[in-house]
């Protein structure tokens, strides 16, 4: 009998949180986009918490790396600037946040516009998918408030047979909350940071690939390429993955293979 063609693979990419630390997996991709020409057309899922959150999105949007990168470069700065009359208004961090949202949110609605997360979708929802980690200091979905509790929340496009998907959400809202650092930002729109749970939100991805809510199943042994981009381990990722494949074969990282 013939051998059955393995699926096609089900790629993510995962970005990890990590503040201004995120021109590191930017500067990681700009160079694999060098070395690698269109490799980014095989990603099928793009996942991030905080910063990397704010990379996912835009590279789901269709963006560059580079892009990206200038705008970190220009514009990021101002999101941790704090004036004197903050300074005092919040008795030096003692009755509030260290800085002020205001700029945070301009530079997200600056970069991901008002777009929603179900505008990402494409190739009829296999690719664009985004996955993003935040957590709910406010479950405003309890209607009694006895009964609230702080719960940690993916938001997703992937669409499902119940619409409990995210699709509907504004992306740089979505952006916002998962990079509401606490101690550092306010909360927004009840949410706050979802590094509190999930900095690294590679197991998210995966698991919300086995939602069996998903309109279009997506089966296990198609996910078995996951990228993961962490800041604190950049400077060994290239050695590492050229120690464990042995490096770049056929004009392609080994890792990713196609």
Same mark, same amino acid.
């Given at each position: 009998?013939?051998?059955?063609?393995?699926?096609?693979?089900?790629?993510?990419?995962?970005?990890?949180?990590?503040?201004?630390?995120?021109?590191?997996?930017?500067?990681?991709?700009?160079?694999?986009?060098?070395? *690698?020409?269109?490799?980014?057309?095989?990603?099928?899922?793009? !996942?991030?918490?905080?910063?990397?959150?704010?990379?996912?999105?835009?590279?789901?949007?269709?963006?560059?790396?580079?892009?990206?990168?200038?705008?970190?470069?220009?514009?990021?700065?101002?999101?941790?600037?704090?004036?004197?009359?903050?300074? *005092?208004?919040?008795?030096?961090?003692?009755?509030?946040?260290?800085?002020?949202?205001?700029?945070?949110?301009? *530079?997200?609605?600056?970069?991901?516009?008002?777009?929603?997360?179900?505008?990402?979708?494409?190739?009829?929802?296999?690719?664009? %998918? *985004?996955?993003?980690?935040?957590?709910?200091?406010?479950?405003?979905?309890?209607?009694?408030?006895?009964?609230?509790?702080?719960?940690?929340?993916?938001?997703?496009?992937? &669409?499902?047979?119940?619409?409990?998907?995210?699709?509907?959400?504004? !992306?740089?809202?979505?952006?916002?909350?998962?990079?509401?650092? &606490?101690?550092?930002?306010?909360?927004?729109?009840?949410?706050?940071?979802?590094?509190?749970?999930?900095? %690294?939100?590679?197991?998210?991805?995966?698991?919300?690939?086995?939602?069996?809510?998903?309109?279009?199943?997506?089966?296990?042994?198609?996910?078995?390429?996951? !990228?993961?981009?962490?800041?604190?381990?950049?400077?060994?990722?290239?050695?590492?993955? !050229?120690?464990?494949?042995?490096?770049?074969?056929?004009?392609?990282?080994?890792?990713?293979?196609?």
């Amino acid at each position: 009998m013939p051998k059955t063609p393995d699926p096609a693979p089900y790629r993510i990419l995962s970005i990890d949180g990590g503040g201004l630390r995120g021109i590191i997996p930017l500067a990681i991709l700009e160079n694999i986009d060098k070395a *690698v020409p269109g490799w980014r057309s095989g990603i099928n899922m793009y !996942a991030g918490t905080s910063t990397g959150a704010l990379i996912a999105l835009g590279l789901a949007k269709g963006m560059e790396p580079a892009a990206i990168m200038d705008v970190y470069l220009r514009k990021c700065g101002m999101i941790f600037e704090r004036s004197l009359w903050e300074e *005092v208004t919040t008795l030096d961090e003692l009755t509030g946040p260290k800085y002020d949202s205001t700029n945070r949110e301009d *530079v997200c609605h600056g970069l991901l516009d008002n777009a929603r997360l179900r505008d990402y979708l494409s190739d009829d929802g296999s690719k664009g %998918n *985004v996955v993003i980690a935040s957590f709910d200091v406010d479950d405003r979905m309890q209607p009694d408030p006895a009964k609230r509790r702080w719960r940690a929340k993916v938001f997703h496009n992937l &669409p499902t047979v119940d619409g409990s998907d995210d699709g509907g959400e504004i !992306a740089y809202r979505v952006a916002m909350r998962t990079s509401a650092a &606490p101690t550092y930002f306010g909360s927004y729109d009840g949410f706050v940071d979802g590094g509190v749970f999930a900095n %690294n939100p590679s197991m998210c991805a995966l698991a919300q690939t086995q939602d069996r809510r998903l309109k279009t199943a997506i089966p296990p042994s198609r996910c078995r390429r996951c !990228a993961c981009c962490r800041w604190a381990l950049a400077p060994a990722i290239r050695i590492s993955m !050229a120690r464990k494949t042995g490096g770049w074969r056929s004009g392609r990282p080994s890792w990713w293979t196609y």
